[in-house]
């Protein structure tokens, strides 16, 4: 939960990304009314005026660290795949144990494998604008992995 002290107390502070890198500097925070998001933004050094949404950012009492959108979507895309697979797990206990019938196991068993396959889908989405953003990179940047 947010408040309106955090927007006192992180306003002015630098912005860093994930590595440590100073990448500009909070101007304003925006909260919902009910203090549960909240929308940062941040002037980059590079002129540019950027909002994040609260699931991109770390507070720390000393700067806001900005993750990269791929990573989050990482992160939620895993997340998702653990609970499909616990649910198909849970699924095929049921069945094998006769609480649930073929029918109702089929349709759930369904349902959670395509969502396995929309979340394995979503990785590679991932990983190809990983891909471009590494081909996009200087040659001599590219050369330090």
Do not use: C
């Amino acid at each position: 939960m947010y408040s309106g002290d955090l927007a006192h107390n992180i306003v002015g502070k630098p912005a860093k990304d994930i590595y440590g890198r100073e990448i500009g500097k909070v101007v304003g925070v925006a909260l919902d009314f009910s203090g549960d998001r909240a929308e940062f933004y941040v002037a980059h050094w590079d002129g540019r005026l950027v909002e994040y949404p609260y699931i991109r950012v770390i507070v720390e009492p000393e700067a806001l660290v900005v993750v990269p959108e791929w990573k989050v979507e990482l992160e939620r895309a895993k997340k998702e795949i653990d609970y499909a697979k616990k649910r198909v797990q849970a699924v095929e206990e049921l069945f094998r144990s006769g609480d649930i019938d073929r029918e109702v196991y089929e349709d759930l068993h369904k349902q959670y494998e395509e969502m396995l396959a929309s979340q394995v889908s979503k990785l590679s989405e991932i990983a190809g604008k990983i891909k471009d953003r590494l081909s996009s990179l200087p040659v001599s940047y590219t050369h330090l992995r």
